[in-house]
């Protein structure tokens, strides 16, 4: 189905448009543009390295040529502008191809992350009308090749599943590429770039739409505010698919200064330890549990990590006793990323001081980044006080893909994004996080709506009710709790036996709960509705 615009994917009003063109955030650049140009300029410098289970290198003009075959072999099967392709690669150098491909002939890659199953990626395929699904052979003891199939047989729509190795029933990815024909009649700057995956508080994903204009700005600023340039060597240890890992600075920021990426299979300090001494890695960005564990594992590990000049630590709450313990284990430099992929980022700064950098989450990255603190009536509170953070701006979207019901809910009316988020600001403009005010739970990074597993829970025919809430957790910051209510004739049944009914649904592992509690009875609130405000505090450690 063709797009269309404004509709699919609300767009910035006329007079935002103008400003944010007029004050350089948006340069009418592409992705594909943007490789072409720096394959141009530096055709001989690594861009990418894949080190598993090889090493494999790719430079800038090897990517971009590789990149075009891709893009010209897609389109001899009929991808066109416009169509969406599910993309599901862990951290392979095919996973930076395949979308480079895409961005070239304006084909919107829609990301999934490796750990999505059939719930997710049925979703995603059906919802999009994808016209193609790309995957690994078999990633972590799953085979994707199967999920595949299914997911073919389910949507008239999904014409190809192209797979990183061996294809079985399906195609080889690397039968795809072919000579182009000529000039790619691709994508204009202010046109879809790829959906993005939301971590909404209702029911699934919700779909994030990216152009080419917004988050190539986005990128520009995060290289500007964390010292990008073409000698950085970044390190992919988190999921390439996830919006921090991507653009904060992330890959997409590293080769748009010309620097080096390289993928890391796994992200455990006994694998990205060796390839931060063997590659030289100078920057990289984890979540706060995966901060801990390379924080306990450095000082007593032999490989060399003297390379490493700034970690950044997001997608979640960085406490601020964890935050202070970075720095001296690492021997580098530490930066707050708080953010979200709406839009949305805020960084410490590499000239704050330290009590700044440990103690906030930063400030955004554009001049233009408005930001509004506000009450449950909407009316703004006192300055320095806490509140629900609103924020508009040139990166961040007006709308989610094809949800005007909830796009009536998560924007104002004069256009800004209601993130959810409890924060205050402090006279600087550093931004701290309180928490959330949505009940989404934010388990190390990645995030869970309850209503999603609740449903599935619910489904089980010895269950009356469930509620699913976060409690608090050291290492991941939040795990998440099934409180169920079994029905009065129902047989006993054990936590497992729940965990394992949703696990069997086909979901990712984890949104499987941590913590399964029986009880006889939910807390109401005065309307009469469940109090999670009340589960959540029962659960609390007294």
């Not at 080096?260 to 300090?269: E, K, Q, Y």
Request: net charge negative.
């Amino acid at each position: 189905m063709t797009l269309t615009p404004g509709v699919d994917a609300p767009t910035w009003p006329a007079e935002f448009a103008e400003r944010y063109r007029a004050a350089g955030y948006w340069r009418g650049e592409t992705f594909g543009g943007m490789l072409r140009e720096r394959a141009a300029a530096h055709p001989d410098r690594t861009a990418l390295v894949d080190p598993a289970p090889e090493r494999r290198t790719w430079t800038y003009r090897e990517l971009d040529e590789r990149a075009d075959r891709l893009a010209a072999g897609f389109l001899a099967r009929g991808i066109r502008k416009g169509d969406r392709v599910v993309v599901q690669l862990p951290n392979v150098g095919e996973f930076v191809e395949v979308v480079f491909a895409l961005f070239r002939i304006g084909a919107l890659p829609v990301y999934a992350l490796p750990a999505h199953r059939e719930t997710e990626i049925a979703h995603f395929c059906s919802f999009t009308e994808a016209v193609a699904y790309v995957v690994p052979d078999a990633h972590d003891g799953f085979d994707h090749r199967a999920l595949a199939s299914l997911m073919r047989e389910r949507n008239p729509a999904l014409q190809h599943v192209f797979v990183v190795g061996d294809p079985g029933e399906h195609t080889a990815l690397s039968e795809v590429p072919c000579e182009p024909a000529g000039p790619f009649d691709g994508p204009a700057p202010h046109e879809l770039a790829f959906l993005q995956l939301s971590g909404g508080t209702t029911g699934l994903n919700k779909l994030i739409p990216r152009t080419h204009d917004d988050y190539m700005y986005s990128l520009r600023g995060s290289n500007e505010i964390c010292g990008v340039d073409a000698g950085t060597r970044f390190l992919v240890v988190l999921p390439a698919a996830h919006n921090f890992p991507m653009s904060s600075p992330g890959w997409l920021g590293v080769l748009y200064a010309g620097g080096t990426v390289v993928l890391a299979p796994r992200p455990d300090p006994a694998t990205a330890f060796p390839l931060v001494e063997r590659e030289r890695i100078t920057m990289t960005g984890l979540v706060p549990p995966l901060a801990l564990v390379w924080t306990d594992a450095a000082p007593a590990t032999a490989h060399d990590l003297s390379s490493l000049e700034l970690v950044l630590v997001g997608g979640a709450k960085y406490s601020e006793s964890a935050a202070r313990r970075l720095e001296p284990a690492l021997g580098c430099r530490l930066m707050q990323v708080f953010g979200m992929a709406e839009g949305l980022v805020n960084y410490t700064r590499l000239d704050d001081d330290t009590e700044t950098v440990v103690t906030t989450q930063g400030r955004p990255i554009s001049p233009d980044d408005e930001i509004r603190i506000v009450d449950d009536e909407d009316d703004d509170v006192p300055e320095g006080e806490f509140g629900h953070l609103l924020t508009r701006g040139p990166y961040t979207i007006r709308g989610y893909w094809r949800a005007p019901e909830h796009n009536a809910r998560s924007f104002t009316g004069d256009g800004f994004y209601r993130t959810g988020d409890i924060v205050r600001r402090l006279p600087g403009g550093h931004l701290v996080v309180e928490g959330r005010a949505k009940d989404q739970i934010n388990r190390g990074g990645e995030k869970i709506a309850p209503e999603e597993v609740e449903n599935i829970i619910l489904a089980h025919p010895a269950v009356h009710d469930v509620s699913v809430v976060a409690v608090p957790d050291a290492y991941l910051g939040e795990r998440s709790l099934a409180y169920v209510i079994l029905r009065k004739d129902a047989e006993p049944l054990k936590p497992v036996a729940v965990k394992r009914f949703v696990r069997e649904r086909g979901i990712a592992a984890y949104k499987v709960p941590d913590l399964v509690e029986f009880v006889d009875a939910f807390p109401q609130t005065g309307v009469g509705k469940i109090s999670k405000k009340h589960l959540r505090s029962a659960a609390e450690p007294s």
